[in-house]
């Protein structure tokens, strides 16, 4: 992104609203990148390209199955 980077918009949100969750995503994210993340606030941070099934995974296990 331009101007700001998706740690530092996660660190904003979170700042405004704490109770919001957040998946962050990322086409060059190292260990230290990836750790940022979460510690920003992330649930977690998966790194470009990823499996759909660990995201959905992923959602299920902090959300339930979302169909109805």
Known sequence: MPKL???NALR???RI???VPAITF???AGSREMAESVKAGA???FTKPFE???LRD???S???DLRT
């Open 43 to 45: 649930l977690k941070c």
């Open 12 to 14: 904003i949100i979170k």
């Open 58 to 60: 992923c959602i299920k």
């Open 62 to 64: 902090h959300f339930g």
């Open 26 to 28: 990322s086409g060059n």
């Open 5 to 7: 980077d998706g740690i």
């Open 52 to 54: 759909i099934a660990e």
């Open 17 to 19: 609203n704490p109770d």
